[in-house]
């Protein structure tokens, strides 16, 4: 039977390499597999089995901390309308053009505030792409590290809370996990904050690094034309750019981590929050409404099928004692705790080149967690890690989602190699930083 799941298992994840829909095939295949079954084999899965799944779903959908999932997505959807990322990206340009690589570390900063404010990397990407990538280059900036820098920072938001990924992370490693291995959403951003944080820092490192080593790669700005873009008004410019944002990442965040409200009541904070401030720049209409609430839907449909996909998946896999099964091939190959992880991270990693991040969470978290369970592994510490992994595969060739967003709003002189080199140092960075969080993982709990 546990040989049974593995099959199971594998046949979906060729399909979904295929490019058959996930939650189709997640949901389709692992029925059909339950019906043929019944017939040649019935006295390994039954219809008793099959009819636990109506409530499976309606325990989904009831699922009070899946309501963050729609109302952060508006919130972001809602912001990337508000033209905050054109004002930030300005703003910090006349604060740090004036150094070598300062419009390097102006995305890198206005990526980190968008991911803490928004979460959507793929809005994110392109919102950057078109407005900082032609300066980039009309300042003489390395193709390559300008490209790098602008992929790499519009995916911070798949670490940076709130993040979707990791309110899906918990919610799976809370349906497949249980007692103390179960992690709470606030918990998950609290713990993910630092190592975001750190992300960032090694990011604008690197650019001092090597626009020190490399000068022509990322020149300054001439001084006339700092002063020109400052010019009457400018400190007020500032303060405006980045008040608005700062209110509402500590009314969101702040709330969470001091316990006032749960994640789900802070995402509510944002959506209104996100609506107010596109109403206070004057872009607040019914066509942008209407567009926010068409996308949030859409976005959110995805998200909640392949999760009843993945319910289905998981119900015949673990009927058919596939759980137990691989944890029988663990214990007897003897590896340790810190080996199988080891397995998961490269296999994770690898599978970034191919599908999304979503379907990672959906497929692998229901297989891998009782695992953990047996080796006693901190889930918490597993989930982070497994964030910071999935952010990678925006990131790696040849099928990452953040290199084709950008692709499709870069110059015609911007070539798929460019973005293929350009993504390589940071690429490294994210490995780096995994390490890290292996060697030293009280850092997770350094917030509290």
Known sequence: MGALAVILFLIIFVLILKGYPVAFTLAGVSTLFALVLMVVAPEVISFRDLNLL???????????MLMAVPLFIYMGIMLEKSGLAESLLETMANLFGSMRGGLAISVIIVGALLAASTGIVGATVVTMGVISLPV???????????????????TLGQIIPPSVVLILLAEQINATT??????DVGTMFKAAFLPGFLLVIAYIVYILIISRLKPSWAPALPPEEIQAMR??????????????PFTLIIAVLGSIFVGIASPTEAAAVGAVGA?????????????????????TMALTAM???????????????????????????????????????TIVMIVVFICGFFIDFIEIIFIFIPVVTPIFDIYEVDMLWVGILMAINLQ???????????????????????????????????IIIQILMMAIIILYPDLIYLIK
């Open 54 to 64: 109506p409530n499976r779903y309606m325990g989904t959908i009831n699922n009070f």
């Open 136 to 154: 980039m280059l009309k300042r003489g900036y390395k193709p390559e590290l300008a490209t790098g820098v602008i992929c790499s920072s519009g």
């Open 178 to 183: 249980r007692g103390a291995s179960q992690v």
């Open 231 to 244: 010019g009457p008004g400018f400190f007020k410019r500032v303060f405006k750019a980045f008040f608005l």
């Open 275 to 295: 609506t107010l401030l596109t109403l206070l720049e004057g872009k607040l209409n019914l066509e942008i409404l209407n567009s926010v609430m068409r996308q």
């Open 303 to 341: 998200v909640f099928w392949i999760l009843l996909g993945a319910t289905t998946f998981t119900l015949v896999f673990r009927t058919l004692g596939g759980d137990e099964y691989l944890i029988h091939l663990i214990q007897s190959a003897d590896l340790s705790a810190m080996a199988f992880l």
């Open 392 to 426: 990678t595969s925006f990131l790696t060739p040849p099928f990452g989602f953040s290199l084709f967003y950008l692709k499709g709003v870069a110059p015609p002189e911007i070539t798929t190699q460019h973005l293929y080199r350009g993504i390589i140092p940071f």
